[in-house]
């Protein structure tokens, strides 16, 4: 079992885990997630690893509480055991490419964060674009400044930085200085679309992390499957990260609403159940 | 009741002896288990008939040799205690195979009452005698040896995987088992469902391992946490490793409309309903898609079981596709019988050719073909063929695909060195059931590909056995010894 060492907001609805788990922290690489069950009667979901301390024996986990597990995670105190499952997933190609743009939206920015570290420890100029709804929603914003050699902000409300979405960002990136060596997106399925649809027809190799659902995440039970190139893949073993331009953006987008009834359904009871101390986070993400 | 004087003529007008079952109407409202289990008198009724052969084909037909006979005529006696003892000595599991294995192909199959009658009970009596002992609370760990200050992993932990590691245990060797899960278990515990296997005995099963001082590490994923290589390693220091870790991959047709909402490979549906016990969202957090018809491609064990659980969330109609007929089906009798008397409307030589899907993506019908048997294969059965222009359409809003699983490839893509057969199984020493890596033995499904409980216990005890004599350098094994086999630390 894991430890959950330190807890704390960095953003409204978003949570920063500090947890004790050495042999996971020892093989994390760039691009891998962990697997998380709170109790006997939870559900097991992915988590990306967001950093890891080897020396320490613990791992980041940067959560965005949507769902009833996540907002149940919020409230567990320091101390907590859960399971962790990890290092899954196929670990990020590095190399050192010359430009690489990281673009990411929301919940979307933790798992850039191992990525551009990995990039500029090859050797890469590193370019970040991150954004979100309003100035407080684009998180972990000193993390990535220290792996990137330039920054760009985008918020819907032009709270923060350029006014819009990070697309426009790269569109002028791109049209400015023309086309980077490789491009990272990672952020809520209707952003990475956005992304390769823009970076497509530049031909710029652009990856993305997906967020599908799933179970074991060891390729035993197929729910997260998606289809890239016209072939199935699982995301748990084959990825989590896929050539954007290849990947069924739609198909991914209805699979992930598969279980949206009963995803309300759970985060209803649980927030009549936890009325006072929930109450925060519901304003924010209901 | 019973004097033991009967004739063997006597004793064949006994009947087979019914198995108290829950009324179908009833059963399918519920998950609890379909088959009650014998009463002593009928358990003592049943054991009667056995004739007591000379030459006992049964024993042979058992894939573990349990010594039928004798364990049968301590059951006549009344003298459950022994009976559990004697199955016991070749069978770790018993509870678990009395009510799994499919015993009309294995001992019940050759039973020479079975010949002129319906041959003995076997199965059920198994399943007696060991569930007697568990309720009676008599029951016996085995004496494990001296500690030999040797390690083993295990890796997976199916069948295989405990069998192997009760007897390492009893030999005194240190037993960790890794398993990527969160509960121990395999397939008994993430695909068989409830109504067939308590997962109460599983659990108490896997209890009586630990109180032998096996160390069992769930969430833990061999390849990924650490490979197979690195528990070999100076850092973990294990002396040897089993891979017992079964064909948990799942097959897809390869047809249009499987990536639709509401297909599920047979795995994701059971492990969401017996390992998360999504049947009984929201009070566990897993959701499972409860739909009105539903339609499962397969005859098997595993079809049967996903056919059955359907019926049991509260699907109005549960619909089979086989692409050949019911002669054929690989599915244990007494399930298909079950599945049967439920309601399961069982389409026979028919086979899916596309699944239709609605604008958000989620199932709605299914295309599929009617088939006809040509000629035999190479497994002997008769091919199925489809008959062109029979197509139709089927509604549906769900659909499981319980074709097969093939080897799950996280362990073997990462322990190179390691000879693995063309369809990705690994390829061991038959006696000894080391692998092409000295040191690292495998059994059960990742060697044989899909097949039964009790042949992947019987593959772990095996290993155990061969695991053993390489830690003590005996049998000939090419591997060589580590160290440790020279001056064994003590304690
Ligand atoms: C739904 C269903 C119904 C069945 N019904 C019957 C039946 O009625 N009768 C019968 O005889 N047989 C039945 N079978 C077949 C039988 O269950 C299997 O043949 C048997 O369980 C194989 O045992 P095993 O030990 O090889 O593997 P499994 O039981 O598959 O166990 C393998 C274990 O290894 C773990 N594992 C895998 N990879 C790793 C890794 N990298 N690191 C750590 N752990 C890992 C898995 O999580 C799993 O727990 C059924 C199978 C299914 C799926
Ligand atoms: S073959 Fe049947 S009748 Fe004969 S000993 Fe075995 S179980 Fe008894
Ligand atoms: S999560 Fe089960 S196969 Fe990917």
Known sequence: ?286 | MTTGKLSPKERMQIPRQPMPCQDPHERVLNFAEVALGLTPELARREAERCLECKDPKCVAGCPVGIDIPRFLVEIREGRFDEAIRIVKETNTLPAICGRVCPQEDQCEQVCIVGKKKDPVAIGRLERFVADWERDHGTVELPVCEEPTGFKVAIVGSGPSGLACAAELARNGHSVTIFEALHKPGGVLVYGIPEFRLPKEIVRWEIENLEKMGVEIRCNFVVGKTATVEELMGEEWGFDAVFIGTGAGLPYFMGIPGENLIGVYSANEYLTRVNLMKGYRFPEFDTPVKVGKRIAVVGSGNVAMDCLRTALRLGAEEVICLYRRTRAESPARLEELEHAEEEGIDFRWLTSPVEILGDDEGRVRAVRVIKMELGEPDESGRRRPKPIEGSEYTIDIDEIVMAIGQGPNPLVLQTTPGLELNRWGNIVVDEVTMMTSIPGVFAGGDIVTGAATVILAMGAGKKAAAGIHDYLLGKGGLGGEPRREVAAPPAG
């Open chain 1, 1 to 286: 079992m894991a430890t959950i060492l330190k807890k704390e907001t960095i953003a409204p609805a978003f949570k920063r885990y500090v947890v004790e788990v050495p042999e996971v922290a020892r093989k994390h690489q760039a691009g891998q997630f962990v697997m998380i069950l709170l109790h006997e009667h939870g559900e097991r979901i992915p988590l990306t690893i967001a950093d890891s301390d080897p020396e320490a024996g613990t791992i980041t986990l940067i959560v965005q509480e949507i769902g009833k597990t996540t907002m149940e995670m919020g409230l567990l105190p320091e101390g907590t055991e859960i399971a962790v499952t990890g290092p899954l997933g196929t670990p990020t190609h590095i190399e050192r490419w010359g430009t690489a743009v990281c673009v990411g939206g929301g919940a979307g920015i933790a798992p850039l964060l191992p990525i551009a570290k990995a990039l500029k420890e090859a050797g890469n100029h590193v370019v970040s674009i991150l954004g979100g709804r309003t100035k407080e929603l684009v998180i972990l914003r000193d993390e990535m400044e220290a792996r990137s050699d330039e920054m760009i902000y985008t918020t819907d409300d032009g709270s923060f930085g350029r006014k819009g979405f990070v697309t426009h960002a790269l569109a002028d990136l791109i049209e400015e200085r023309g086309k980077p060596d490789i491009v990272f997106g990672i952020g809520p399925a209707i952003m990475m679309k956005a992304v390769a649809d823009l970076t497509r027809p530049h031909g710029t190799p652009t990856v993305a992390s997906l967020n599908s659902i799933m179970i074991d995440g060891t390729g035993m039970c197929g729910c997260c499957r998606v289809t890239v190139g016209g072939e199935t893949k699982f995301v748990c073993v084959d990825g989590p990260e896929f050539d954007a331009h290849q990947v069924d953006f739609d198909l991914l987008m209805k699979r992930l609403r598969t279980y949206v009834a009963q995803e309300e359904e759970a985060k209803r009871r649980f927030l009549e159940a936890h009325r006072c101390r929930a109450t925060e986070n519901a304003e924010v993400t209901a």
